[in-house]
């Protein structure tokens, strides 16, 4: 069965140190999404993209993040000077065109989990 | 905004016993999602509910939406230590936006 895969699954970092979180969705999903999951919180958006382009992002997602697809396949969010409190789980998904379906889903990979020291 | 909001948020119970969890969402929405999370792991995706009335059923959990009330409810059917962990519901407002969760309701079934 097809999946979103995300890599690396924990990262640890120092503080002001650039990140950069990978994930393979699922071949053919159009749409794309990362959330992250602070500790004992819930899970909170911070972006969206399709067509090669940020479709909707939350307030959280601020200059020091960006989105890309470089190549067709992954899916990457990066981190440029990273804080104590961007120390979380972060999740990418993927979904289907929506207009082929009304039984698509967001699909979540397994998460890597950002440690800043 | 859409806001979205479980309870209870935390839920002890004994095995055998049955029990509801609650979502209330505050704007209509296109699709509605149960999940399951244990302990630093990811989401487990357990129900899609996309239409009002709508019921799905997995084992010991069946889930329902009523969209007229913007509820919807996940109840579990005696209850088995295996079911122990958080579980979120996550509204879409609209098919390809944002996932919107709530707060998450940590289960302990206890033996």
Redesign the interface.
């Known amino acids: 069965e097809p999946e979103v895969t995300q890599t690396p699954s924990h990262q640890v970092t120092q503080m002001g140190q650039e990140v950069i979180l990978r994930c393979v969705p699922i071949s053919n999903h159009l749409?794309f999404?990362w959330?992250r999951q602070i500790l004992g919180q819930?899970?909170?958006?911070l972006v969206?993209f399709?067509n090669n382009e940020i479709?909707?992002k939350?307030e959280i997602f601020d200059d020091q993040f960006s989105v890309e697809r470089p190549d067709g396949s992954n899916f990457t969010l990066k981190i440029r000077s990273t804080k104590l409190e961007d120390s979380a789980m972060y999740?990418c998904?993927s979904?289907d065109s929506?207009i082929l379906s009304?039984?698509?889903?967001?699909?979540?990979?397994?998460?890597t989990?950002l440690t800043v020291l | 905004e859409l806001k979205v909001e479980q309870n209870p948020l935390f839920l002890s119970m004994q095995e055998g016993k049955n029990y509801t969890i609650y979502c209330n969402y505050s704007t209509t929405s296109d699709?509605l999602?149960w999940?399951r999370q244990d302990p630093?792991?990811?989401?487990e995706?357990l129900f899609?509910l996309?239409s009002n009335g709508a019921v799905k059923q997995e084992g010991r959990l069946m889930a329902s939406l009523d969209t007229k009330a913007r509820l919807s409810t996940l109840h579990i059917t005696a209850a088995v230590h295996d079911l122990s962990a958080t579980y979120?519901c996550?509204v879409?407002e609209t098919?390809?936006?944002?996932?919107?969760?709530?707060?998450?309701t940590q289960l302990t079934v206890n033996p």
């Open positions: 749409y999404y959330y819930k899970v909170e958006f969206s399709y479709s909707e939350s999740f998904a979904e929506v009304s039984y698509n889903e967001q699909f979540f990979g397994p998460g989990r | 699709r999602y999940y630093g792991k990811s989401l995706s899609v996309l979120f996550a879409e098919s390809g936006s944002r996932l919107t969760f709530g707060e998450g």
